[in-house]
């Protein structure tokens, strides 16, 4: 929770330098207010440094997530002017730094403290969806064969570092708070992930339209725009799991085929 | 002042760290039935393991069939110059493969090779491919596949809580005191076995690949315990950081970008890797740059180039280049994979396929787009081979029913860690954590817990937040960071360290009055002042074992000692607290290894 690096008095080899303003939300789960913040900037820097200069120079309390700084862990999500973006892999020279740059914590999410927000509702969502299986090894030797063609797709999806922002600007969360019922986009991107894996025999489509109510999301691709990990949550991952959904449950040849089926899908795997 | 509060749990297995190791002891443990409980002090998936890049070594053969576990043994002591703890050694060699496996088990998805196996690539000081891996982020594949197959096994997790002491019952332990971050609220967890997984030191160096949560939790928990560490001169600089710009000095580079035939060139355009090969790795080195890059594309004939020599001596090299006036404008010297298209047509596809977050890495954070121009790299503290002495096979320190593996245990790595240790590091010793922990529990249940001294700890982590008008806890810590980094750090000599010494030793009067405003929910400054005393005690024992090791050897190396040095070919650096509450240093002769482990040294040369 420190400062590390880009301290302000080491002026040595920081390139060139100036004043800037980061109107920061501090509050914590009842109220809150931006305040204003002057640090000195220098060439490179991202949101996540100016963050720590803050503390260290002004405000040793001002709360904030961060582990790895560098776009792998997921853990310092915020609002930057507005706009849900890692902290740490915000550059300053994006932004117009003539004008305070805002931070604040993501909204869709119950506030802890300043920019730390509650996000255990998406582990326990995660818990309930059903997890990897595995069909029986391939090998003698208990291994499996799986073919490089075959696993990028899931490998995209693989790459999510949960860090929710996808979650924080789906509107079905944001606007109409449907989390009791919607699972949101990271979860669609981990249920896609592990139906289009080629080991995976679970049967999970019935809880993606059912307690995950894929059916909300109306593909406004807000999550895919924001994504650090340039996932296509939107093509990828949400609209083939609508496809899975329909030909499981909607679609008329299925439906009959259905009828003359004797046991249910996940047993006929096995 | 009142007593504070103490939420009480109980667990049989406390597990401290949700990494790698942690989680993989947690399952392990959750396996047998009895109950577990994981302190973190991040949200799960986000521990140190995430940042993983090049894979994880195991020698299942799958890209060179001459590869098996005795030639995966004879890598690691000669990577760790056979100081390592040749048990660990042994089972990690042993075991790794399997581990792997099960993590494909599990879900995990590796690349692969044509036929459809695990894919390996090559890495520095592993004679054939050996890591398995997924593009460049390997430890977010590994630890997400933990997480995710964890949660279902019936285990508690406590995110973002950090442990401030190990209770003990006599001579054994008896449970952790600890906070959790959001409300400041103190919790006792009872437990008759506790494992460490808690990783690394990185925090005590300004320039460092490692996130905040580094500050030797573990090793200063253990240490105040009553526990030995060991090796801890032994400290990992990693050849290649980020050094440009300035926000981003010290974040990891992966050795897979070599490891992909990525070459080190200095401010002159040439090769210097070629200039200074080691004795013990003449005959497994390439003699000129096409032998070399005929190695990264697989002719089993040819031998690697000498980027991929272990990491304690590329950094050094690096170091001498700048040095000597050689580096490139910011400090630092050029890693090149661009060049690799000369040698292929569709290279840029290629870098950006099977070094992805490397690409965007550079081109966001430092605007230079990898598949076109070289990087500027400079070496950053990334591993502690040191850590808590354990038993090589049961990972129980020299405390009763105390556990530690992963980084914050000690053995495996000798003096220097072999790329891709790690990983299966952190499942192999894991594994065997969980399974005797559980051992240990069954057998010694319901340890008595002394509440005067929960108490006392609780009382002494406020005391930060009671005072006022004392030091900046963050200032604190940027003293000891700039201090360790200039004096202990990757060219050391006699008089910096005892410098250091006094240095720390005055630092501990400064954190002991450290004192910081706000409240005890959420505040990052409170933190920063409990933390420091762990990293006050881990940067005494890099000092302290450091100025004992006269000699240069493996990741530790002395200007005023530059010559390895047979006095101290066979002992282990150890440091426990003495009696006075000193720290007490003590060599200690490493046991011969049984000859079946010794013919394969042999028979490898």
């Not at chain 2, 980020?242 to 050795?255: A, C, D, H, K």
């Not at chain 2, 060599?587 to 040294?601: F, G, K, N, Q, V």
Request: with cysteine; glycine share 10%.
């Amino acid at each position: 929770m420190s400062p590390q690096r880009g301290r302000a008095e080491r002026t040595q080899d920081m390139g060139e330098q100036r004043q800037a303003t980061f109107s920061v939300w501090r509050g914590d789960h009842q109220t809150g207010k931006f305040v204003d913040y002057k640090t000195t900037v220098s060439e490179g820097m991202v949101v996540l440094d100016a963050i720590h200069q803050i503390q260290a120079e002004s405000a040793s309390d001002l709360a904030c997530r961060w582990n790895c700084k560098a776009g792998k862990c997921g853990s310092c999500s915020a609002e930057i002017n507005g706009k849900p973006r890692l902290m740490c892999m915000t550059r300053l020279d994006v932004l117009d730094m003539t004008q305070p740059v805002t931070v604040e914590p993501m909204r869709s999410f119950p506030s802890i403290r300043d920019l730390v927000t509650d996000v255990s509702w998406n582990f326990k969502v995660k818990k309930r969806i059903k997890p990897f299986k595995p069909r029986k090894p391939d090998a003698e030797d208990g291994t499996w064969r799986m073919y490089q063609a075959d696993v990028e797709r899931v490998q995209e999806f693989r790459k999510c570092i949960e860090c929710f922002l996808c979650q924080d600007v789906c509107h079905v969360l944001r606007e109409h708070h449907k989390h009791d019922e919607f699972a949101g986009p990271r979860h669609f991107v981990y249920q896609a992930a592990l139906e289009m894996h080629p080991l995976d025999v679970e049967e999970r489509l019935g809880q993606v339209k059912g307690e995950n109510a894929i059916g909300y999301c109306n593909i406004t691709k807000c999550c895919t725009k924001v994504c650090p990990e340039h996932i296509a949550i939107t093509d990828n991952a949400i609209i083939p799991l609508k496809e899975r959904v329909n030909d499981e449950f909607y679609d008329p040849i299925t439906k009959l085929f259905r009828m003359f089926r004797a046991r249910p899908k996940a047993d006929r795997k096995d | 002042m009142g007593t504070p509060q103490c939420i009480t749990h109980e667990h049989q297995v406390l597990i401290i760290g949700a990494g790698g190791a942690g989680l993989r002891a947690a399952i392990e443990a959750a396996s047998t039935g009895v109950n577990v409980g994981v302190v973190c002090k991040s949200l799960l998936g986000k521990a140190h393991t995430v940042m993983a890049e090049g894979g994880m070594a195991a020698s299942m053969g799958n890209v060179d069939d001459r590869d098996n576990w005795r030639v995966h043994f004879a890598d690691t002591m000669r990577g760790g110059q056979y100081l390592n703890n040749w048990r660990m050694a042994e089972i990690h060699a042993r075991q790794a493969g399997d581990r792997v496996r099960e993590l494909e088990a599990w879900g995990a998805i590796f690349d692969r090779t044509r036929d459809g196996k695990i894919l390996q690539r090559n890495f520095g000081g592993h004679k054939y491919p050996r890591l398995a891996h997924v593009g460049d982020r390997t430890g977010l594949e590994m630890i997400r596949t933990l997480q995710d197959h964890g949660i279902h096994q019936g285990i508690e997790f406590y995110m973002e809580f950090t442990v401030l002491e190990i209770l003990m019952d006599g001579d054994r332990v008896a449970g952790a005191v600890g906070y959790d971050r959001e409300k400041g609220r103190f919790h006792l967890w009872k437990a008759p076995a506790i494992v460490l997984a808690t990783g690394g030191i990185g925090r005590a160096f300004k320039i460092t690949s490692n996130s905040w949560e580094y500050t030797g939790d573990g090793h200063a928990l253990a240490y105040r315990a009553g526990a030995e560490l060991k090796d801890m001169e032994f400290v990992q600089f990693h050849p290649t950081g980020m050094v440009w710009p300035p926000s981003v000095r010290g974040i990891l580079v992966t050795e897979g970008v070599r490891g992909e035939g990525g070459v080190l060139r200095n401010s002159q355009g040439r090769r210097f890797m070629f200039d200074d090969i080691p004795d013990l790795y003449k005959n497994q080195t390439a003699s000129d740059p096409e032998e070399g890059w005929r190695y990264v594309i697989g002719d089993k004939d040819a031998q690697r180039p000498p980027e991929l020599l272990t990491r304690d001596h590329v950094a050094r090299c690096i170091v001498r280049e700048i040095r000597e006036g050689r580096g490139s404008p910011h400090g630092g010297v050029y890693l090149d994979i661009a060049w690799i298209k000369e040698k292929m047509r569709n290279s840029e596809a290629h870098i950006r396929k099977k070094l992805p977050s490397m690409y965007h890495q550079f081109k966001q954070l430092a605007g230079v787009d990898i598949t076109k121009d070289a990087m500027e790299v400079g070496p950053t503290t990334h591993y502690a081979m040191g850590g808590v002495n354990v038993d090589g096979q049961t990972q129980m320190s020299t405390v009763k029913g105390l556990f530690a593996c992963g980084e914050v245990a000690a053995g495996l790595h000798g003096a220097n860690r072999l790329g891709g240790n790690s990983l299966s590091d952190l499942v192999v010793f894991g594994k065997l954590a969980g399974e005797h922990a559980v051992e240990w529990a069954r057998a010694h249940p319901n340890p008595t817990i002394d509440n005067s001294q929960v108490q006392s700890i609780c009382r002494a982590a406020l005391e930060p937040l009671e005072r006022s008008g004392g030091e900046s806890p963050y200032e604190v810590q940027a003293t000891l960071q700039d201090m360790m980094q200039d004096k202990v750090g990757i060219v050391r000599k006699e008089s910096e360290m005892a410098e250091a010494i006094d240095g720390i030793a005055s630092l501990r009067k400064k954190a002991a009055c450290a004192s910081v405003p706000g409240n005890i929910e959420y505040n990052p400054g409170w933190h920063t002042a409990v933390d420091l005393h762990n990293l006050l005690v881990v940067s005494e024992a890099v000092a302290r074992c450091a100025l004992d090791r006269k000699e240069s050897r493996g990741a530790h190396f002395r200007d005023d000692y530059p010559a390895k040095d047979e006095a101290h070919a066979s002992h282990n650096t150890i440091v426990y607290r003495g009696a006075d509450g000193a720290m007490v240093v003590e060599r200690r002769e490493i046991t011969a290894m049984p000859t079946e482990l010794s013919d394969i040294i042999k028979e490898m040369g």
